[in-house]
């Protein structure tokens, strides 16, 4: 499962002597708009905005599998008006992937709440023809070369458990990354990805 969480990008937070919140507060969603992190995201904003008497202003920051957003969290002001809305792939998984990132998962952020927890699903055209896992692990095997799988980018979530199905299944889908969760459900919608 998807561990989404909401961390205050902070290095020495100050604590002011005015009453906080003062001003508006920027929420980061590190996701492209369509996906879930922009709809809880701005669901999130719509119901916290009355009770800090403060406009929530979601700031979408895509690109990078959420390292560009977590970037623009890490160098923004540790002042306690910004918070990035993560989740497993940008905390954990990226940071173990070898990769250059412009941040530390466990140096650079402050775990505030977790929101909830996410469940991914596989889905098919249903042109394809597979109804169960089953039926798609046979499709797939009697159609090597043409089994693709969409995910929300390189090292997401998504990804890592289409590679999963592949070394279970004894399967060979090729990883097709978007930049996002709406990108890739825009291409599955349009059986761009099958």
């Known amino acids: 499962m998807k561990y989404l ?3 205050l990008a ?5 604590v002011e002597a005015q009453t906080w919140p003062n ?11 369509g996906g879930q992190t922009d709809v809880v995201s701005r669901w ?7 009770v800090l008497g403060q406009p929530v202003v979601v700031d979408n920051r895509a690109g990078a599998q959420g390292a560009v957003g977590l970037q623009a ?3 923004s002001a540790p002042d306690g008006y910004t918070f990035v809305y993560t989740n497993v792939s940008n905390l954990s998984i990226a940071p173990n992937l070898g990769v250059a990132l412009p941040y530390e998962a466990m140096k650079d952020f402050a775990p505030v709440t977790q929101l909830g927890l996410t469940v991914l699903s596989m889905v098919v055209p249903a042109t394809l023809g597979p109804k169960t ?10 159609n090597p070369t043409g089994a693709n799988f969409a ?15 592949n070394g279970a299944a004894g399967i060979a889908m090729v990883h097709v990354p978007y930049s996002g969760a709406g990108p890739a459900m825009l291409g599955i ?3 761009r990805c099958k």
């Open 10 to 14: 902070m290095f020495s937070l100050q």
């Open 73 to 75: 969290a890490k160098n």
């Open 189 to 191: 919608l349009a059986a």
């Open 23 to 33: 001003k508006p507060v920027r929420l980061i969603a590190p996701y492209p708009p």
């Open 133 to 142: 896992l089953k039926e798609f692990v046979a499709w797939a095997k009697a």
């Open 5 to 7: 969480f909401l961390c």
């Open 44 to 50: 999130l904003g719509e119901k916290l905005a009355p």
């Open 151 to 165: 995910s929300f980018g390189n090292g997401s979530t998504s990804h890592v458990y289409g590679e999963m199905l």
